[in-house]
């Protein structure tokens, strides 16, 4: 199979149930979500959970020549009220990173919903972080206590491994993923608004962000794999740079 088989990685936030309004710019509305993901299912693409993508980005199992990942940051309760049974309709797994800080937030899962939807067979439950910071401006002791902590607040919570994290903002360095794999996860997804592909990092897998103004025809070209740029090695300038500004404005803050 060839080097360059292409799988991309949805990135969804909160999903504004009919008739509500949200002033959030990361929310899809239903009715777009349900006909993304119908898209999804037209493409015949195979989903994967975010276990099963790390499982083929190392070469442990066969990478489906067409998959796709569906994946949600943060936790918000309609995931389980709006978007979860749409995806169980259509029969596609998907993978929820859940910011264990945000727990019984406005608007956000309680402990005991999210362990309602944790026994869901097409349902992975990954970790987010405790406080959603931006961890690669962050000490090296602080950074690895957001990521083992949300981890075993998750595994003691639901009773199960969770080995796949999400960075918040997708902001990670070097330092990070070597503080993500010591606290034993061994997937983590990224951003970078591209697609990912065969030979992408375990540790880093490229997403694409769905919001509020994405059009549907640029979802359904990502889904065909040509409506954003194929994930590259390593960092742009312009990340480190930005990374830098955080960091000073950081200190400045301290």
């Not at 080097?3 to 936030?13: F, I, K, M, R, W």
């Not at 997403?207 to 103004?213: A, E």
């Not at 990502?222 to 954003?228: K, R």
């Not at 194929?230 to 742009?236: A, L, M, T, Y």
Request: aromatic share 6%; charged share 20%.
């Amino acid at each position: 199979m060839s080097a360059q088989t292409l799988v991309p990685v949805l990135l969804y936030h909160s999903i504004t149930p009919t008739g509500a309004e949200s002033s959030d710019p990361f929310a899809v509305t239903e009715a777009g979500f349900r006909e993304d993901m119908e898209a999804v299912q037209a493409s015949g693409r195979v989903p994967l959970t975010a276990r099963q993508l790390g499982a083929c980005l190392r070469g442990e199992q066969p990478l489906p020549e067409h998959a796709i990942a569906l994946t949600f940051d943060d936790g918000f309760a309609d995931f389980a009220e709006v978007a979860l049974p749409i995806m169980e309709k259509l029969s596609l797994s998907s993978t929820l990173f859940m910011t264990t800080g945000y727990f019984d937030r406005p608007g956000m899962l309680s402990p005991a919903a999210l362990r309602d939807i944790a026994s869901v067979d097409s349902l992975e439950i990954g970790a987010h972080s405790v406080t959603h910071p931006h961890m690669d401006v962050l000490n090296a002791a602080t950074e690895l206590k957001e990521a083992a902590d949300s981890r075993k607040h998750l595994e003691d919570l639901l009773g199960m491994t969770v080995d796949s994290f999400a960075y918040p903002h997708g902001s990670h360095s070097r330092r990070t993923r070597s503080a993500i794999a010591q606290a034993g996860y061994v997937n983590a997804h990224a951003v970078k608004n591209a697609i990912s592909h065969q030979t992408d990092d375990c540790l880093a897998v490229a997403r694409f962000t769905v919001v509020t103004d994405t059009e549907r025809e640029q979802v359904a070209r990502v889904i065909g794999a040509t409506g954003a740029p194929i994930s590259w090695k390593g960092e742009r300038l312009r990340t480190r740079g930005y990374r830098l500004a955080r960091r000073l404005m950081a200190g400045a803050r301290s």
